[in-house]
């Protein structure tokens, strides 16, 4: 499945946020944990799916294949995690634009998720966090394409490492938060 794949499944089910928004508010949701984020993100990404409608039915099927496949890798001890968007042909101010909105979506299903003071959050996350609130405006800049394609692409893989530490982190707090069940 590709970023233009899941565009036109989300156009399907009328929903109002791109593939990388979509993807975006999935990472957040799974990124904390939360126990309902698969029907929390479809009640977020796809809300009208009418009964016997089959281009949205199959348009439902293909978001769960995406759901699926960022569960395993996301949990993936060997960091094959990677964030939806536009393939590298793309024109760079579309990436950014795509990129802004992934974090937008990112923040959006941390709060879903019940993340909602981020200055608690351990370590180095309320920093990841600030950054991700400053990455939603990049698609707002001026783009040089010669200079911003590496600048573009060290942002991702900031943000794709970042998810992986905020997974890790919530996972080992909550695993610790956890009572002791030995007696």
Not at 109 to 124: H, Q, R, Y
Request: glycine share 6%; net charge negative.
């Amino acid at each position: 499945m590709d970023y233009e794949q899941i565009n036109e499944a989300l156009k399907r089910v009328h929903a109002e946020l791109d593939s990388a928004e979509c993807h975006g508010v999935l990472s957040g949701l799974l990124a904390v944990g939360d126990e309902n984020a698969h029907s929390q993100w479809l009640a977020h990404c796809a809300p009208t799916v009418e009964p016997g409608d089959l281009l949205a039915e199959e348009a439902v099927d293909m978001l769960q294949s995406l759901y699926d496949q960022v569960l395993e890798d996301i949990k993936n001890p060997d960091f094959v995690y990677q964030l939806l968007l536009p393939d590298d042909e793309t024109v760079l101010a579309e990436r950014l634009e795509a990129f802004a909105n992934w974090c937008q979506g990112f923040l959006m299903g941390m709060s879903l998720g019940g993340i909602v003071d981020t200055a608690k959050l351990p370590g180095e996350l309320p920093g990841f966090i600030n950054d991700l609130l400053e990455f939603t405006h990049v698609g707002d800049f001026d783009v040089d394409e010669a200079y911003d394609e590496q600048a573009c692409l060290e942002l991702v893989e900031y943000v794709r490492m970042g998810v992986l530490l905020f997974h890790e982190e919530i996972c080992d707090l909550k695993e610790a938060a956890k009572p002791d069940m030995l007696h």
